[in-house]
C-alpha cells in the first residue's frame, strides 16, 4: 500500500470569502424569489415598473426639459440611483436580526450579510439600467454622454446606501424597534435626494442646501454624464467618497461593537 495521505486543499481567505458571500447570495435570492424562474424575473421587473411608473407620472403631467431631453427617459433613469440606495439601505438595515441563525457558522461575519444583500441589489438595478440605457439607445438615440461618470455614479450610490445600510444594521441589534422607522425613514428623503429635480431648476439658496446630501450629487452626475452639455449640473465627486469613507468606516467600527454585543447577549 503507499503511504502518501491525501492533504485537504487549502483554500486562500480570499477563495473562501467569495464561497461565503456566493451561498448568502443564493440563500438570499431563494427566500426573496423561491425556486421558480418568475421569481428571479421579479428581481428586474420590481425596479423596472417603478421607474416605469415613475416615468409614466411626469410625462402625463406634460413635464418639459431642455433640450429636447426625453421626459421619460430622464425621469426612469433618474430614479434609479436612488432606487438603488433606499433597496440596499432598507435590505442591510435588517440583514443582521433576520439572519442571527447563520452567525453559528464560523466562516459568517456580520459583514458577509449586508455584502451579499448589497450586491444582489446591486446586480439588479444595474441590469435594469442597462435595459433603459438600451432602450434609449435603440429607440431614441440617445447615447451616455460619459459612460465611466455613468457607472461610477451609480457604484457611489450603491457604497453609500451599503454603508448607511450596514451602520443601521448595527444600530438595530441595541435598539430593534429602529428598523420599523427605515422606510418611512427613506421616503422622507425622497424629496431631497435629487432624484426628480435637477439644481438647476431651484433657487441658488434652495441649491446651496440640497448639495450638502451627497445623494444629490449622485443623481447630477448621473444626469451630466447620460445628457452631458445638454443640461448645468452641480455635483462634487470628491465630496461624495468623503461621504462613502465616512459612512462604510463608521459601518465597520459598529459592527465589531455589534459582534461583542451579541456575544454577550447570547
Not at 51 to 72: C, D, K, Q, R, Y
Not at 117 to 124: I, S
Not at 143 to 167: I, K, Q, R
Not at 240 to 254: D, Q, Y
Request: charged share 10%.
Amino acid at each position: 500500500m503507499s503511504g502518501h495521505v491525501p492533504q485537504r486543499v487549502r483554500r486562500s481567505a480570499l477563495s473562501s470569502q467569495l464561497g461565503v458571500l456566493h451561498a448568502l447570495l443564493v440563500r438570499e435570492m431563494q427566500q426573496r424569489f423561491g425556486r421558480s424562474r418568475i421569481g428571479y424575473v421579479w428581481l428586474l421587473a420590481e425596479p423596472l415598473m417603478l421607474g416605469f411608473g415613475i416615468a409614466v407620472l411626469h410625462w402625463m403631467t406634460e413635464s418639459h426639459l431642455p433640450n429636447n431631453i426625453p421626459v421619460f427617459l430622464f425621469y426612469a433613469l433618474g430614479y434609479m440611483p436612488f432606487y438603488m440606495f433606499r433597496s440596499i439601505l432598507t435590505r442591510n438595515a435588517g440583514a443582521i436580526l433576520q439572519s442571527m441563525q447563520l452567525l453559528f457558522h464560523r466562516n459568517i461575519k456580520l459583514h458577509d450579510l449586508t455584502m451579499s444583500r448589497t450586491m444582489l441589489e446591486v446586480v439588479a438595478c444595474m441590469a435594469v439600467v442597462a435595459l433603459l440605457v438600451g432602450g434609449g439607445i435603440v429607440f431614441l438615440d440617445e447615447w451616455p454622454a460619459y459612460p465611466g461618470l455613468f457607472v461610477l455614479s451609480l457604484l457611489l450610490s450603491a457604497l453609500l446606501g451599503h454603508g448607511f445600510g450596514t451602520l443601521l444594521a448595527s444600530l438595530t441589534t441595541f435598539y430593534e424597534p429602529l428598523e420599523r422607522l427605515i422606510h418611512p425613514l427613506t421616503y422622507l428623503m425622497m424629496p431631497f435626494s435629487g432624484a426628480f429635480v435637477m439644481l438647476s431648476s431651484v433657487t441658488p439658496s434652495a441649491r446651496e442646501a440640497l448639495l450638502y446630501n451627497p445623494l444629490v450629487h449622485v443623481h447630477e452626475a448621473m444626469r451630466y454624464a447620460q445628457w452631458g452639455d445638454r443640461i448645468v449640473a452641480y455635483y462634487d465627486i470628491p465630496y461624495t467618497l468623503l461621504w462613502v469613507l465616512i459612512l462604510n468606516v463608521l459601518a465597520i467600527a459598529s459592527l465589531r461593537v455589534a459582534r461583542r454585543h451579541l456575544t454577550m447577549s447570547g
